[in-house]
């Protein structure tokens, strides 16, 4: 295997023998696999909207769910993976036959592994490492991951039922285009960039999927003690899945416990009239193992990122969408979407309540509808000195012990310093007592990682209250963590919009080569993060 497309990856160059997420050297291996066949489908489909047929929208949403399957932490279910490889060519075979008989198709449109051995022989030319050309091979990469990122967010909009062709047509066609040896340093570069505009557009289409399904964020204090109820913990992304859990749970006697990603649907008025939605428990995945174990009931993995389990929790670890981990039960919908979470509600019946793991309370729905509610008294703020710098702390929480950095930068930030964040990584400070300015609280959090499409629309927002001609001139710092795909969409779409001076960590991703980094540092002002006390000078924050 070969695999660098997390942050975590080993020793900051690749895992060779198996993957630091836990998944082994064939499981990597099915996923290239399918992504190569995918990339196969992707050609027929691009030629049949080259000769003015249509794809229709299970097509493209079956593409959308291949590159969600093989992201970090979401797939570890090699039969799945198996099966999912025979349904593309199926599906690509039954597809080619609407072509006309002179279009010419890559080798990854006709290839047809049936068996396991097959699939792991093909797997040795089709990986990461089959583009020669490493500066080639790291754009490539960067515009895969993009792609796998956007499609996460697209996902959660498809099931929504909002969805775009154009969206569509774009993942395809980039998707196919990745098979062209021809396409040069310059080209992918460019490609790279219009993957950031895709993935604006794309959390645009997920932001208003939300707020038109669930409402507009709203300000919401939010318990991260326990009941005594017996409970459910709910983790990943996906808000339908937890709408259908609520009404699955409501009047059972039942608790509804958020964790991780999750943790920002508290702030949909949607979710507010359900009684069973206690609270949120614990805090971000990667300290899943310790605290499932001690949740004691049935625990609903909807999205990554998704550790695989101790053996002790095992038996009540439940996945659904692209989740797929071998061994657990896998939920399924029906033709109308609809799932069945009914085996949940009996197992948490026979379980204790929750361990507790703490006492008092976090604050989330801090979206752009409610910061634009605030604006005057931002705005405010910022005019009498009150607020000196926001710094935008988005992206992903991990495992490293380098990342207590954010942790620790957070408690040095002078106190005229508001913090802007989405995503995982807040959890490194959410909990911190850094209090607010004039009743702005200081972490300003806007929701899940794709919520960073609020970031930008605040950022946006202040350039034109001030009377800015470029965001840059904002006295906005970017310090984000990142540990996978959906970050690597983010960093494109800030890219895309003209965002520079982005400070990475806790360290570069591996997939970028030498000179991919140092055309992202000369372009882009891309740098790394080094000491707390260094940061706070370099960013002019040690005398703010």
Known sequence: ??????????????????????????????????????????????????????????????????????????????????????????????????????????????????????????????????????????????????????????????????????????????????????????????????????????????????????????????????????????????????????????????????????LPAHAYPAFKKYTCLAGNYGNAWWMQKEEFERFRGPVLMTTNCVVPPKESYKGRLFTTGSVHVEGCTHIEENAEGKKDFSGLVSLAKTCQAPEELEKGSVVTGLAHTQIFALADKVVDAVKSGAIKHFVVMAGCDGRQKGRVYYKEFAEALPQDCVILTAGCAKYKYNKLPLGDIGGIPRVIDAGQCNDCYSLVLVALKLKEVFGLDDVNKLPIVYNIAWYEQKAVIVLLALLHLGVKNIHLGPTLPAFLSPNVADLLVKTFGIGSITSVDEDMRRFGLANA
């Not at 160059?13 to 489908?41: F, H, S």
């Not at 097509?59 to 490889?85: C, G, H, K, Q, V």
């Not at 154009?166 to 196919?176: I, K, R, Y």
């Open 1 to 262: 295997m070969f695999c660098y497309q997390c942050q975590e990856t080993a020793a900051g160059k690749g895992c060779m023998v198996k993957g630091v997420c836990g998944k082994t050297g064939e499981i990597a291996d099915l996923q290239d696999v399918l992504l190569y066949v995918t990339k196969g489908l992707c050609s027929v489909t691009k030629a049949l909207r080259s000769e003015g047929k249509t794809v229709a929208p299970e097509e493209s949403y079956f593409i959308t769910l291949n590159l969600f399957t093989t992201i970090t932490n979401a797939n570890f279910d090699a039969p799945n993976l198996e099966a999912r490889i025979r349904e593309t060519v199926s599906l690509r075979e039954r597809l080619k036959a609407s072509l006309g008989g002179s279009v010419a198709l890559p080798d990854a449109a006709r290839v047809n592994p049936k068996t396991r051995e097959e699939m792991l022989e093909l797997a040795r030319g089709c990986g990461v490492l089959s583009c020669a050309d490493e500066d080639k091979r790291s754009l490539r990469e960067l515009i895969t991951y993009g792609l796998k990122g956007l499609c996460a967010y697209m996902k959660h909009a498809n099931v929504l039922g909002f969805r775009d062709e154009g969206l569509d047509a774009f993942v395809a066609e980039t998707m196919a285009s990745l098979l062209d040896d021809s396409l040069s340093v310059e080209s992918l570069t460019k490609l790279a960039l219009e993957t950031g505009q895709k993935g604006v557009e794309t959390m645009a289409l997920l932001d208003t999927a939300n707020t038109k399904t669930y409402g507009d964020p709203e300000l919401t204090r939010v318990n991260t003690g326990v009941g005594k109820n017996p409970g459910i913990l709910i983790s990943g992304h996906d808000l339908k899945d937890l709408e259908m859990l609520l009404q699955a749970c409501e009047g059972q006697g039942v608790d509804v416990y958020t964790h991780g990603e999750m």
